[in-house]
């Protein structure tokens, strides 16, 4: 299972093994803050308790696409 916590302690030792170059570092690096970044905003909405549905699951039936 994925946590916060994993994510730093694992991404760390990521981060200085898995670029060759310095533009693949670079490249590693904006990739840090992106995933930073929606974590931050998916505990800022778990937080504000905002809520989704899914409109394309069984909430609208269509009739004609049921087996009766």
Known sequence: MKTF???ISAGILLLFDYP???KEFL????LYFARLYI???AFK???QN?????SW???HEIKS???D
Do not use: F, H, M, V
């Open 27 to 30: 490249w590693t690096i904006q």
């Open 45 to 47: 909405e778990i937080e």
């Open 65 to 67: 696409t049921s087996l």
């Open 39 to 41: 974590y931050a905003k």
């Open 50 to 54: 905002k809520k989704y549905n899914d």
């Open 5 to 7: 916590s994993n994510e």
């Open 20 to 22: 060759k170059n310095p």
């Open 57 to 59: 699951r069984g909430e």
